[in-house]
Every structure is written in C-alpha cells, then in structure tokens.
Nanobody, 115 residues
Framework: QVQLVESGGGLVQAGGSLRLSCAAS????????MYWYRQAPGVERELVAHITRGSITNYADSVKGRFFISRDNTKNTVYLQMNSLKPEDTAVYYC???WGGGQSWGQGTQVTVSS
C-alpha cells in the first residue's frame, strides 16, 4: 500500500501560479504511474495529468500549456506546476498512484482561483 499526502493548495488570483506536491510513502513510487485529478463541487472528478514511471506525461486539453507534471523519484514526490490559473481551475486536487498491485489516493488539497 502507498500513502499519499498532497500539499501546496491555496487561494490565488487569476493569472497566478501554484505548485502542488504529493509525497508518497512506500517503496513502489518509482514503479507507479502518478496522476493528478481534480473535482469541483457538483462536477465529476476530472483527470488533469499523469506521468508514467518513465516520465512520459499527458494532460487534459483544459490545462495543456499551463500545467506541468513532474516527479522526483529520489524524493518519492510528484509535482503539479500550475500557471496562468483561471477561476475554472478551482477544485480539490487529488493525486493518485497506480501500480501492478493497486491504486491509492491522497486526501486532496483545495485550490481556489479568484477572478
């Protein structure tokens, strides 16, 4: 099992930036594909970005060119750099790890973008 702890959320004005972090416990981090999801009130959870163990990345169309996912296997941490934030980016952001043995979720971190 992997425990995930997100941090870095907060309140930011439109056009600003935030960097989210997700620290993982356990030894499988380097073998896991890591995901960032988000969920706004009344909306289904949305996949934002993912990064494979080989650092291949993919993004939702809504965040392409603004958000960047990266990982540091020496720190068991995945990051989401969010630039040019918009009010519609407001949501709880969750990280998730998927590996051969299963999937884990973090508790989420709130991101609020004011107009």
């Amino acid at each position: 099992q992997v425990q995930l702890v997100e941090s870095g959320g907060g309140l930011v004005q439109a056009g600003g930036s935030l960097r989210l972090s997700c620290a993982a416990s356990g030894s499988i981090f380097s073998r896991a594909t890591m995901y960032w999801y988000r969920q706004a009130p009344g909306v289904e959870r949305e996949l934002v970005a993912h990064i494979t163990r080989g650092s291949i990345t993919n993004y939702a169309d809504s965040v392409k060119g603004r958000f960047f996912i990266s990982r540091d296997n020496t720190k068991n941490t995945v990051y989401l750099q969010m630039n040019s934030l918009k009010p519609e980016d407001t949501a709880v952001y969750y990280c998730s790890a998927v590996w051969g043995g299963g999937q884990s979720w973090g508790q989420g971190t709130q991101v609020t973008v004011s107009s």
